[in-house]
């Protein structure tokens, strides 16, 4: 962090500015940290160390550590400024007191204690202390080490000092609330991620993260001095990219700036991240837009002037953004989200800036690296034509198929209801196993779709290829929301689509071309949480007329001990199910399909980046990746629905 984006103004409590009170967050937590949830329970963590982030945005924090304690508290450090401790002129309280009790207090209003912030709401301390069953706080300041204590935003300790110290920094220890919140366990990995991004939007500052709840503790530190462009390089580890140099463009405008890293892969989809103040905006917004609109015009522009665009044949900014990776991160002192979760920026003169900055220095490099250009412009150039092609498959394909006629397939056996909020679609692979699903369904909200055969792999085809596929048209012509651009939700039939293959790994890979499917081309199908995977058991344990089913070695293990009762003696039968098609439909029904026993999946994308990267390792050329993830993740799922 350069001196020069320091802020000149003292950080005091006369900073501090108090909007209104805390009672809101305990009766409504989901409008504050978007839900109860383990979101929720994360995004705790988040609001911490987004104050941390600000001290480093202001140039005064090089470094963080975040502590995942044993009991699923956290800490976390920072070597800032520290909270103002003396008192705020508004109350009369210790700064430090109002920050956490006081909901939109915050030095972030114009009191001149930060010029960007991406807490800008000023909602992040109190809302965790009032989420928390405790919190401490402790600030090395001033040469002392001051410390207070609450529980459930109550104060239990008034500001204390407790030492003496020669650092600056803050301390946050807290435990969430098991009133609040229906888990209250950290994933080690969601965390390590969010802080790596942390770390590549901040070049030079320093994260650490440390898991301590296992005999051995797990820790990472990173640090990205190349920031942005790391973070592109990063995200395209896995995949063939068609240019090494990551192409870079930044500037400034009176207090607001923006960076861009892009760098273009040998794929068909692209993926832009953004962020205002380090806050993600997975909904884009202006600086997006500036963007978008800024790249189709230099890369026409650039192809007209050089020859190789000829007369009309113009791309647009679909073709222009095939393959690319893209992170867009500006930094401004009035930033506008649209709604609490700040998923979408509003502000229009970002727009202004970001096209100013690509206009002009993507055109100067292009000039400059013309092998590059022409590169990129002919990748572009290719997806028009594709995206050509697969105008006219969709159109044959709707007239052959029967896409527009309602026409339904032969392999589905449909249901009954027709509300699509009751209704459920099993997809099932093999007929022997689709026949055990049909005989034994509720065929009043249960639809059964047989595949069969070995899928196509979207991640390695164009969209021309996918329109007109004979494995893929039954299940868009059953589902009747369409595909791609042209995938409307409210036309979909059944808001259960349910992927139930063995469990085995062709069941694995049948899942996982089913799942890169939808992600590319019904996304909206997960992010509405209408996927799941049924879970099939893998064991069947016989005792005399007594029978259960395990779903786990372990879970056998268990069972079989149960139904010995201590006598080890006794024989227990256990027949392992190689496949759905050894059930019976009686079997089937009662272990994977009946409502009140069964087990699903649902699948969710928690963030756009760790599913991306996951569907390309999964589905990508290369095989080591792949191999290690399959091993890393086999034995995590979300059970629900029991």
Not at 126 to 146: D, F, T
Request: glycine share 10%.
């Amino acid at each position: 962090m350069s001196d020069e984006t320091k802020v000149t103004q003292e950080y005091g409590g006369s900073q501090i500015q108090v909007l209104e009170g805390l009672e809101a967050v305990r009766k409504r937590p989901g409008m504050y940290i978007g839900s109860t949830s383990s979101s929720g329970l994360h995004h705790l963590v988040y609001e911490i160390v987004d104050n941390s982030i600000d001290e480093a945005l202001a140039g005064y924090c090089k470094h963080i550590n975040v502590i995942i304690n044993p009991g699923d508290t956290i800490t976390v450090t920072d070597d800032g400024r520290g909270i103002p401790v003396d008192i705020q002129p508004q109350t009369g309280k210790p700064a430090l007191e109002v920050v956490f009790t006081v909901l939109h207090a915050g030095g972030k209003f114009g009191g001149g204690g930060y010029k960007v912030s991406g807490g800008l709401h000023g909602v992040g301390a109190s809302v965790v202390n009032a989420l928390s069953e405790w919190l401490r706080v402790r600030v090395h300041k001033n040469g002392q080490i001051y410390e207070m204590k609450f529980s459930r935003g109550a104060i239990t300790q008034e500001m204390t000092i407790v030492g003496k110290t020669e650092k600056t920094g803050t301390e946050v220890t807290f435990k969430p609330d098991p009133e609040m919140f229906d888990t209250l366990v950290y994933d080690y990995e969601i965390l390590h991620e969010r802080m790596r991004e942390e770390a590549f939007l901040n070049a030079g500052l320093s994260i650490t993260i440390t898991d301590n709840r296992q005999a051995d503790d797990i820790s990472e530190t990173m640090c990205y001095e190349g920031g942005i462009r790391e973070f592109a390089t990063w995200i395209n580890r896995h995949k063939t990219v068609i240019h090494n140099d990551v192409i870079y463009m930044h500037g400034t405008k009176g207090d607001a700036s923006a960076e861009l890293a892009i760098q273009y892969n040998d794929g068909y989809n692209d993926f832009m991240l953004s962020f205002a103040n380090d806050v993600r905006t997975p909904e884009g917004g202006m600086h997006e837009t500036g963007f978008k609109t800024a790249l189709t015009r230099v890369l026409n522009a650039y192809g007209v002037k050089n020859g190789i665009i000829k007369g009309d044949d113009k791309v647009s900014g679909e073709d222009c953004r095939e393959g690319i990776t893209a992170i867009i991160s500006v930094k401004l002192t009035d930033a506008q989200f649209e709604g609490q979760t700040k998923a979408k920026l509003g502000n229009a003169y970002i727009r202004t800036l970001v096209d100013q900055i690509v206009n002009e220095q993507l055109a100067v490099y292009f000039e400059e690296h013309p092998q590059t250009a022409k590169i990129i412009l002919e990748k572009a150039m290719m997806a028009n034509r594709a995206r050509e092609a697969a105008r006219k498959a969709r159109d044959n394909a709707r007239r052959k198929t029967g896409l527009e006629s309602g026409g339904m397939p032969e392999k589905l056996k449909d249901c009954n209801e027709k509300d699509p909020s009751l209704c459920e679609l099993y997809i099932v692979e093999g007929d022997s196993a689709a026949g055990s699903a049909i005989g034994g369904r509720d065929s009043r909200f249960q639809a059964i779709l047989a595949m069969w055969g070995k899928m196509l792999n979207v991640e390695k085809a164009r969209q021309d290829k996918v329109y007109g596929n004979d494995k893929l048209n039954p299940l868009i012509l059953a589902l009747g929301g369409g595909i791609g651009e042209d995938f409307d939700i409210e036309k979909l039939r059944y808001h259960k689509i349910i992927i139930m293959s063995d469990a085995d790994v062709d069941g694995a890979h049948i899942r996982t071309l089913l799942l890169t499917f939808f992600f590319r081309y019904m996304r909206p199908l997960i992010e509405h949480g209408f996927v799941y995977s049924a879970v099939p058991p893998l064991y069947k344990l016989t005792r005399g007329k007594q029978q259960r089913v395990a779903y786990s070695d372990e879970e056998r293990d268990a069972i079989s001990a149960e139904m010995r009762g201590g006598n080890p003696n006794i024989k227990i039968d256990i027949q392992r199910y190689k496949g759905l098609g050894e059930m019976n439909k009686e079997e089937l029904w009662e272990t994977t399909m009946d409502p009140e026993r069964r087990t699903l999946r649902r699948i969710t994308l928690e963030d756009a980046s760790r599913a991306d990267a996951i569907f390309t390792v999964l589905m990508g050329e290369q095989v080591e990746p792949r191999k290690e993830w399959i091993e890393r993740n086999a034995k995590y799922a979300i059970n629900i629905d029991i």
